[in-house]
C-alpha cells in the first residue's frame, strides 16, 4: 500500500483469485499484514490469458479478489506500459511465449586462426531455469533450447541447450567454443522470463556458411512445447 499507510488487520483465513476479463483462477499462499499484501501466482493462470492471432502479446492486466471471511474486495489498478507500449506493471501477466525481436551479429579472427560468428537475439526469453520465487514454479520452465538454421540448406544447423551455456567471458574468449551464454536481463536481480533479454550465441564460422538463418526459441514445460518466432539473421 502506497507510503506504507495501514489499513488494517484482514480477518483469518484470507484467500484471493486472479481475474482476468471474465475468468479467474486461484491464488496460492495468500498472506496479509496490516500495510502489504502477499501471494503466489501459478501455472494454471495460462487457462485463463486471452489467446491472441501471432500469439506473441505477453503482458495482460489482471484484477485481485480477495475474501476474509465473508468480506469481499476487488482490487483494481490503471495499466502502465513499457517503451515496447505493451502493458507493464505490477498488474499485469505474461503468457511466458518466447519471442525475438532483435538480432546484433558480430564477427572475429582469432589468433588460433579459428574463425567465429557471434550472434546476440533480443527479446522476451528465459535467462535463467528458475525465477524469483521459492513457492510458485511460474517463472520456471522444465527446458529450453535454440536452433540456429540454414534456409537454403536445412543440414548446417545447430541446437544450444540451456544445460550448455557457458559465462560470458569464456564463450566471447575462446573461438574454440560453441554454445551460449547468458548477458544481460531487462530487471536488475530478477530471473527469468523477462522482455529486452540478450543471449550469445558463439558460432563456429568454418561450419555456418554465409547465407541467411532462423533463430527460434523451443521450450518445453508441464509437456508442452512453445515455440517463438522465426528470427532472420545473414552471415556474410
Not at 495468500?30 to 490469458?49: M, W, Y
Not at 520456471?140 to 540451456?162: C, E, F, G, H
Amino acid at each position: 500500500y502506497e507510503g506504507n499507510t495501514e489499513f488494517g488487520d484482514f480477518a483469518q483465513p484470507l484467500s484471493g483469485y486472479i481475474i482476468i476479463e471474465n475468468d479467474s483462477v486461484p491464488l496460492l499462499n495468500v498472506t496479509a499484514t496490516s500495510t502489504q499484501i502477499d501471494f503466489e501466482i501459478g501455472k494454471n493462470v495460462r487457462t485463463i490469458l486471452p489467446t491472441t492471432a501471432d500469439n506473441y502479446q505477453y503482458n495482460y492486466p489482471f484484477e485481485i479478489g480477495l475474501f476474509t471471511n465473508e468480506a469481499y474486495t476487488r482490487i483494481t489498478t490503471d495499466t502502465q506500459t513499457n517503451t515496447l507500449t505493451q502493458p507493464r506493471s505490477v498488474f499485469s501477466i505474461d503468457n511466458h511465449v518466447p519471442y525475438i525481436e532483435s538480432g546484433v551479429l558480430t564477427g572475429s579472427i582469432c589468433s588460433n586462426s579459428g574463425k567465429r560468428g557471434i550472434i546476440q537475439p533480443r527479446g522476451r526469453f528465459w535467462l535463467r531455469d528458475q525465477g524469483t520465487s521459492t513457492n510458485s514454479d511460474y517463472n520456471n520452465q522444465d527446458n529450453y533450447n535454440v536452433k540456429i538454421t540454414n534456409i537454403v540448406d536445412p543440414t548446417i544447423s545447430r541446437t544450444y541447450l540451456a544445460s550448455d551455456i557457458f559465462p560470458i567471458n569464456t564463450l566471447t574468449g575462446d573461438c574454440t567454443i560453441e554454445g551460449m551464454a547468458l548477458v544481460a536481463s531487462a530487471v536488475n536481480g530478477r530471473r527469468g522470463f523477462h522482455d529486452a533479454n540478450v543471449l550469445t550465441l558463439n558460432l563456429n564460422r568454418n561450419f555456418f556458411i554465409d547465407g541467411d538463418y532462423t533463430i527460434q526459441f523451443i521450450v518445453e514445460d508441464d509437456n508442452t512445447s512453445y515455440f517463438s518466432n522465426e528470427f532472420i539473421v545473414t552471415l556474410d
